[in-house]
């Protein structure tokens, strides 16, 4: 069965650096869009980033390109969110989710299949 575990959250300050993981088991990785949402309390869920399988284009939402970085390890299975620069509205549970369907730039408000647990990324000032 398809699976995603996501890890690598924490507490930074302000202008630091995280790397987020997503680990998919029961699926080949590469077969697949990836994608990460985020969703800080009392916020709706967002879009932060996408690695679409068909096109193989990396998508990113205005508020976070020029400073998240999404990348693959198809040997490990795993994606990455590189995350430099964090700001404290960076603050939220980071979530990734997976899909066969290809959705292109729809991708935000897609019905994505597959979700991990999250990981909670912490900003401070």
């Known amino acids: 069965d398809v699976q995603l575990q996501a890890s690598g959250g924490g507490l930074v300050q302000a202008g630091g650096c995280l790397r987020l993981s997503c680990v998919g088991s029961g699926f080949n990785i590469d077969d697949y869009s990836i994608a990460w949402f985020r969703q800080a309390p009392g916020m709706e869920r967002e879009g932060v980033s996408c690695?679409?399988?068909?096109?193989?284009?990396?998508y990113y939402e205005d508020f976070v390109r020029g400073r998240f970085t999404m990348f693959s390890d198809s040997a490990k299975n795993t994606v990455y969110l590189q995350m430099n620069n964090l700001e404290p509205e960076d603050t939220a549970v980071y979530y990734c989710a997976a899909d066969y369907t290809d959705y292109g730039n729809t991708w935000p408000h897609a019905p994505w299949d597959y979700w991990g647990q999250g990981t909670q990324v912490t900003v401070s000032s």
């Open positions: 690695l679409s399988s068909a096109e193989d284009i990396t």
